[in-house]
Nanobody, 120 residues
């Protein structure tokens, strides 16, 4: 079974950039239908940030379109979320997710999460 490990979180000022990485420490992500990043801010539900499917199709939350870019490297078993022009409201714990075709994210695999804090 794939084990997902996130890294790259931290604190940044508004307008700054961060790159989050999700590494599958065991197994391969090549056959996984969709790899995604979700986030959860205090008091809020976990929400989709971005997702990349096995065929390369991507899906972004409206709030991050044009600022965030998701990519997956099936050889390195790595999923990267490049976050630019960060805003205060991007502050959250960010989670990596792997799900199969026809399954919701809750039925998939999750990493432990990494904190992103945007503050001045």
């Amino acid at each position: 079974q794939v084990n997902l490990v996130e890294s790259g979180g931290g604190q940044v000022q508004p307008g700054g950039s961060l790159s989050l990485s999700c590494l599958a420490s065991s197994g391969s992500i090549a056959e996984i239908f969709a790899m995604g990043w979700y986030r959860q801010a205090p008091g809020n539900q976990r929400e989709l940030v971005a997702e990349v499917k096995r065929n390369g199709d991507t899906n972004y939350a409206d709030s991050v379109k044009g600022r965030f870019t998701i990519s997956r490297d099936n050889v390195k078993n790595l999923v990267v979320l490049q976050m630019n022009s960060l805003k205060l409201e991007d502050t959250a714990v960010y989670y990596c997710n792997a799900r199969g075709s026809g399954y919701t994210p809750d039925r998939g695999l999750w990493g432990q999460g990494t904190q992103v804090t945007v503050s001045s």
